[in-house]
């Protein structure tokens, strides 16, 4: 019997090492699963076909563009649509709510935020801001759709109601990052990606889609907390963010193998981003000078 509720979006890239994992964390559900991927070259693919997937190939440029794309090309047909990252798993009680998902219990909510436990080598992130996170993963099909604003991170919008689902979470953990030369060489990437977001805002070539509010949504809420960030002084910003981090939101709690994420993701990535914006500042200044001249 196939569901009718709701269906899941997943993107891939050589997720054979994880894309098992969260397909048999979600089978008993009968959802539509449709994959895009973006040219894996591992069993990825095979791994898709074995439990009934469509799968669509997209080069990928941003994660924002890809899900786009997938939310564009895919004829999802239920009313709701799920979208997960590959190296994401649904628990049990997580699967049990999705399992007595009512429609009608929810016919004025346009959009459901998960509860997310982030994990890095193993240990799970509880502090540092990091527990609890939530993100619009549940959305009504053809309403919910992808910030474009973004360069780097993803999050869905939707326009109406939303609720937040406390109980039941989403587990992530890249087994990729086991060898930390993958997380530093992925986070090299992304820092471009984020240094160039910053330098455009800077430029007025990107706004902000949602409408910053401290008391609003998670995503009105963490877009508050972005729009303080651009207007923190580059080079100091990523002492502050880590020393609150560490201190205020209780990082040191954690164990040494997460308070070495927190240091890496908190200042090292932001220190890295920081360092990128200032050397393209300095070089357009550079160039400037040399035309006029």
């Given amino acids: 019997m196939v569901n009718k509720n709701f269906s899941f979006i997943i993107l891939t890239f050589n997720e054979e090492i994880h894309l ?31 439990y ?5 190939i997209n080069q990928f440029i941003n994660h924002p563009q890809q899900w786009d794309f997938a939310l564009k090309n895919f004829e999802v047909k239920t009313p709701w649509t799920i979208g997960l990252d590959a190296d994401q798993i649904v628990t049990p009680e997580l699967y049990q709510m999705l399992e007595s998902f009512d429609d009608q219990r929810y016919k004025n909510i346009n959009g459901i935020y998960f509860n997310r436990k982030n994990f890095f080598q193993g240990n799970w992130i509880r502090y540092g801001g990091y527990y609890p996170i ?12 992808c910030d474009l604003n973004e360069n780097m991170d993803h999050r869905f919008i939707v326009s109406g109601k939303t609720v ?28 471009d990606l984020t240094a ?7 430029q007025n070539l990107r706004v902000q889609s949602l409408k910053p509010n401290l008391l609003g949504n998670p995503d009105e809420k963490k877009a508050w907390l972005k729009r303080l960030w651009w207007k923190l002084p580059l080079g100091i910003r990523p002492y502050l963010y880590y020393g ?14 997460a308070r070495h994420f927190h240091y890496l993701q908190g200042l090292w990535f932001r220190k890295l981003v920081d ?10 200044i550079k160039t400037s000078t040399n035309t006029n001249h």
């Fill in 164 to 191: 937040v689902w406390k109980t039941g979470h989403i587990l992530e953990e890249n087994l990729k990052e086991n060898e930390i030369d993958f997380w530093l060489k992925k986070h090299e990437r992304y820092s």
């Fill in 20 to 50: 098992p994992r969260l397909l048999e964390s979600i089978k008993g559900l009968n959802a539509p699963i449709y994959i895009l991927d973006s040219g894996s070259i591992d069993k990825t693919i095979s791994i898709a076909n074995q």
């Fill in 244 to 257: 609150y981090r560490m201190i205020f939101q209780f990082g040191f709690l954690d164990n040494k193998t």
């Fill in 275 to 284: 360092r990128k914006i200032k050397d393209k500042i300095k070089a357009d």
């Fill in 134 to 145: 939530y993100l619009l993963k549940l959305f009504r099909t053809g309403i919910g759709y």
């Fill in 196 to 202: 160039q977001e910053e330098l455009e805002r800077m």
């Fill in 52 to 56: 009934n997937a469509e799968v669509k």
